[in-house]
């Protein structure tokens, strides 16, 4: 039977006496439970509120600090019709949320057919799972996504292994897609770029020289939308806090603006 589980608790206290705690709830049956106790920053004491530090102390090297966490962990199992079902369900709640999307959406598409009507190209970039739904995107406009039309000019910067390295080895990773934008990138070309995070420096380096040349940018965020949010022209932000879910989401808002694309520009030789 499921039930509720805390699988992650974190009490810290400051000279014996506890000033916060943090716990995760989870679906599932105890496996194993074990605590450990970790010191942290003396920047903690007295705010029940902070937030758990990323880098604990072990504790044994305490500084001359007393703030002592005591962090409980449950291995938690879980049987797969479980995981399907929080999967489905989580997945439908974040997908939902799209219809929030409409109007930026309907911005995007706009950029896209005035781009492609006009003789321009596509740019799209992103990271590691990002990074394979821009090259799926790029591929949709490229060969065709529902029905035979004339192909249309997308360029995916994540997919050629010389370019990346030789930018990353030359200049940082940061530059990757920045230095391509500045080799292909004109006035009046899009670039499209996926981030989950809203966090990845590369990407913000490419719309920084997408702005600086004149393109025209669609951001597909997650979470906050991080540093990035507002950088674009359009942001299609996910809200939600799961990188599966976010991906998601992505993949059905770029479905639908190659079905929105390819219907509006049906016929029309380019």
Same mark, same amino acid.
């Given at each position: 039977m499921e039930r509720a589980v805390t699988v992650r608790a974190l009490v810290w206290f400051v000279r014996g006496r506890q000033i916060g705690k943090a716990e995760e709830t989870h679906f599932g049956k105890v496996k194993a439970q074990r605590t450990r106790r970790h010191t942290v920053h003396k920047h903690f004491y007295g705010n029940a509120r902070a937030k758990f530090p990323k880098k604990l102390i072990p504790e044994g090297k305490r500084s001359g600090f007393d703030?002592? /966490?005591?962090?409980?962990?449950?291995?938690?199992?879980?049987?797969?019709?479980?995981?399907?079902?929080?999967?489905?369900?989580? %997945?439908?709640?974040?997908? =939902?949320?799209? !219809?929030?999307?409409?109007? =930026?959406?309907?911005? %995007? %598409?706009? !950029?896209?057919? =005035?781009?492609?009507?006009?003789?321009?190209? !596509?740019? /799209?970039?992103?990271?590691?799972?990002?990074?394979?739904?821009?090259?799926?995107?790029?591929?949709?406009?490229?060969?065709?996504?529902?029905?035979?039309r004339p192909a249309y000019p997308a360029i995916c910067l994540a997919s050629d292994a010389g370019l990346l390295t030789a930018a990353g080895n030359d200049y940082g990773f940061d530059e990757i897609f920045a230095r391509q934008v500045a080799a292909f990138g004109l006035p009046d070309d899009v670039l499209i770029c996926l981030t989950t995070s809203g966090k990845s420096k590369n990407v913000e380096r490419a719309l920084q020289e997408a702005k600086a040349r004149k393109l025209k940018t669609i951001a597909f965020l997650g979470r906050d939308g991080g540093s990035t949010i507002g950088m674009a022209d359009v942001d299609l932000l996910v809200r939600s806090d799961t990188t599966a879910r976010i991906q998601e989401a992505h993949q059905l808002l770029l479905h639908v603006l190659c079905e929105i694309s390819e219907t509006r520009l049906s016929g029309n030789n380019l």
């Amino acid at each position: 039977m499921e039930r509720a589980v805390t699988v992650r608790a974190l009490v810290w206290f400051v000279r014996g006496r506890q000033i916060g705690k943090a716990e995760e709830t989870h679906f599932g049956k105890v496996k194993a439970q074990r605590t450990r106790r970790h010191t942290v920053h003396k920047h903690f004491y007295g705010n029940a509120r902070a937030k758990f530090p990323k880098k604990l102390i072990p504790e044994g090297k305490r500084s001359g600090f007393d703030t002592v /966490v005591s962090v409980t962990v449950f291995e938690v199992t879980m049987g797969s019709s479980e995981m399907l079902k929080n999967g489905v369900a989580a %997945a439908k709640e974040t997908l =939902q949320s799209l !219809l929030d999307l409409d109007s =930026q959406v309907a911005k %995007a %598409a706009d !950029l896209i057919e =005035q781009c492609l009507r006009a003789g321009n190209k !596509l740019l /799209v970039c992103g990271n590691g799972g990002s990074a394979a739904d821009a090259s799926h995107f790029a591929t949709e406009f490229v060969v065709r996504f529902m029905k035979d039309r004339p192909a249309y000019p997308a360029i995916c910067l994540a997919s050629d292994a010389g370019l990346l390295t030789a930018a990353g080895n030359d200049y940082g990773f940061d530059e990757i897609f920045a230095r391509q934008v500045a080799a292909f990138g004109l006035p009046d070309d899009v670039l499209i770029c996926l981030t989950t995070s809203g966090k990845s420096k590369n990407v913000e380096r490419a719309l920084q020289e997408a702005k600086a040349r004149k393109l025209k940018t669609i951001a597909f965020l997650g979470r906050d939308g991080g540093s990035t949010i507002g950088m674009a022209d359009v942001d299609l932000l996910v809200r939600s806090d799961t990188t599966a879910r976010i991906q998601e989401a992505h993949q059905l808002l770029l479905h639908v603006l190659c079905e929105i694309s390819e219907t509006r520009l049906s016929g029309n030789n380019l």
